[in-house]
């Protein structure tokens, strides 16, 4: 799963995963964070701007890592299997912050197991800094969210995504999702498609 912050990622995935659960399907939450939120309250708490290279370099090693890790985790694993986040995250990242793509992520994606499904979470710039200034565990600026959502549909993987809308309720969301992982599953050279699940309150 991917999409700007304020999509509401982790939300969704944690409840596809307890909906999939409660239809008897085997399911697991990977989660693949790049520190990105934590270092920027410590920047905001000492006034202390990294520069984008920088940042990105940090960001890069903490996420590979945890992405590498997941698919280790992964692998065999019976059901379904979500991943907040991924090395696309970092590369829209990259594109946001007008860095160039780099050879190892791109690498990284030809060789690392491939997805049944990659889901964008689509949403207006607005009103995910709504959420994100609600929530008040980070300090994303609208500008920074409108890029990064140029970022990804500027990227020549985006073609391949699965968008979907994640301007609806918690309940619209998941029921949409839920869908979107069953299509994934039904698709020639996929994995088993998990039952269907009424979505989780």
């Known amino acids: 799963m991917t999409g700007i ?17 409660r239809a008897g399907t085997e399911a697991l939450l990977l989660r693949n964070y790049a520190g990105r939120r934590r270092m920027s309250l ?8 990294l520069h984008p290279r920088l940042a990105d370099a940090v960001e890069t090693v903490i996420r590979t890592a945890n992405v590498v890790v997941s698919h280790a985790r992964a ?20 594109e946001a912050r007008g860095l160039p793509r780099g050879r190892l992520l791109p690498f990284l994606l030809t060789r690392l197991p491939q997805p ?28 920074e969210l409108t ?5 990804y549909q500027s990227m020549p993987e985006y073609e391949h995504f699965t968008e979907l809308a994640a301007s609806g309720t918690p309940e619209e969301v998941v029921a949409n999702l839920t ?10 050279g996929a994995g088993p498609a998990p039952a269907a699940a009424k979505p989780a309150e």
């Open 5 to 21: 912050d304020g999509s509401g990622k982790t939300t969704a995935a944690r409840a596809a995963v307890t909906a999939a659960r």
């Open 42 to 49: 410590l920047s905001t708490q000492f006034g202390i701007q």
């Open 75 to 94: 692998h065999r694993r019976p059901g379904l299997v979500i991943m907040d986040r991924h090395l696309h995250c970092q590369l829209a990242l990259r």
């Open 116 to 143: 049944d499904a990659v889901v964008h979470l689509v949403i207006d710039p607005e009103q995910a800094h709504r959420r994100v200034l609600a929530r008040g565990t980070d300090t994303e600026t609208l500008e």
């Open 147 to 151: 890029s990064l959502r140029a970022g």
């Open 179 to 188: 869908l979107a992982i069953a299509d994934a599953g039904n698709r020639p």
